[in-house]
């Protein structure tokens, strides 16, 4: 399959197939996924929708999670990720990146990407991780604007309005913004930075009949609950954000330090993917087979002896 083949592509767009998957009774699970090719190996473990993480598109570029990169920066990953998966994508829009007109042209450009969800936070800028301190909230009314911008503009993108207020306005504030947004037309609310089960379950009880997303971050304030676990809580969505990205970062530090140390990376071939394997994952001979020209190509079987 491949993304050159019109016949190969997803007949529905991004946004109707993402709907489509939340209205199911099961929980949608929604891994991080930061390039292509995390994207490929998340489908190829069965997952059907993916997440882009604004905290793991800004470290792979050596950024902070501060709201400094631009729409047309994550459009970049956008495209990309759901042009290799084929999979809906639900995006970090941050606060929107600016206001009312802003949060509208995110949510054009993000569409015309591929992307099929998008999240937007009540944060004020420079925003900060959302299991992080002293965050600055916008008031709600401004909020619930974006809200309603963004619903305006999409064609069949969903609508997530995210809210940071539980941990500085309590339970009840962070209520209350939630069903503001929803009013203003959320299509699902993203409460986060919830710091343990009770609070989980009283957040939906209280938002009866609301689709909610549950962040399972690592490092944060949340403590680790399953699927299953978020799902009896009444979420009916979970992301992992960062969890493929602290993986692949922490391979790439034991990799550069085996390689200063041995002079080579002739000592961590059992813990790299084969030419074979890689190739598999990103289709490599489907490639070649649209193309008659190119001699198809026969890998290399393990390393040559010296």
């Known amino acids: 399959m491949t993304y050159l083949v019109a016949a ?3 007949d529905q767009p991004a946004g109707v197939r993402f709907r489509a998957l939340l209205a199911r009774p099961q929980i949608l699970q929604l891994p991080g996924a930061y390039n292509g090719l995390a994207a490929q190996q998340a489908r190829a473990a069965g997952f059907e929708g993916l997440y882009l993480s604004g905290a793991a598109m800004t470290a792979s570029m050596g950024l902070p999670d501060l709201g400094v990169i631009t729409v047309d920066e994550v459009s970049f990953f956008i495209r990309q990720i759901a042009r290799a998966s084929n999979l809906p994508v639900l995006v970090d829009g941050d606060t929107g990146y600016g206001e009312i007109l802003n949060v509208m042209h995110m949510v054009r450009t993000f569409e015309d990407a591929g992307a099929a969800a998008v999240h937007i936070e009540d944060q004020l800028l420079p ?3 959302g299991h992080l301190n002293d965050k600055k909230l916008a008031d709600p009314r401004d909020m619930a604007a974006k809200v309603t911008a963004a619903a305006k503009a999409r064609r069949h993108l969903a609508i997530i309005a995210r809210t940071d207020a539980a941990g500085s306005e ?12 929803i009013e203003a037309g959320a299509d699902a609310i993203f409460p986060e930075a919830l710091t343990d089960a009770g609070m989980f379950t009283e957040f939906a009880r209280r938002m009866p009949g609301v689709k909610l997303l549950a962040n399972m971050t690592e490092f944060g304030k949340t403590p680790f609950f399953t699927a299953a676990e978020f799902e009896a809580m009444g979420y009916a969505m979970v992301i992992w954000p960062v969890s493929a990205l602290r993986v692949a970062a922490k391979a790439h530090e034991h990799l550069y330090a085996a390689i200063k140390r041995d002079g080579g990376a002739q000592n961590e071939l059992e813990r790299m993917q084969t030419r074979t394997e890689l190739y598999a994952t990103i289709d490599y001979q489907s490639y070649e087979t649209l193309d008659s020209s190119i001699v198809r ?8 002896r010296r």
Do not use: E, Q, S
Not at 297 to 304: K, L, S, Y
């Open 8 to 10: 190969d592509l997803p």
């Open 127 to 129: 925003k900060k991780c």
């Open 170 to 181: 309590g339970m009840d504030g962070a209520v209350a913004r939630a069903k503001l947004y």
């Open 297 to 304: 190509t026969i890998t290399p079987d393990g390393m040559p």
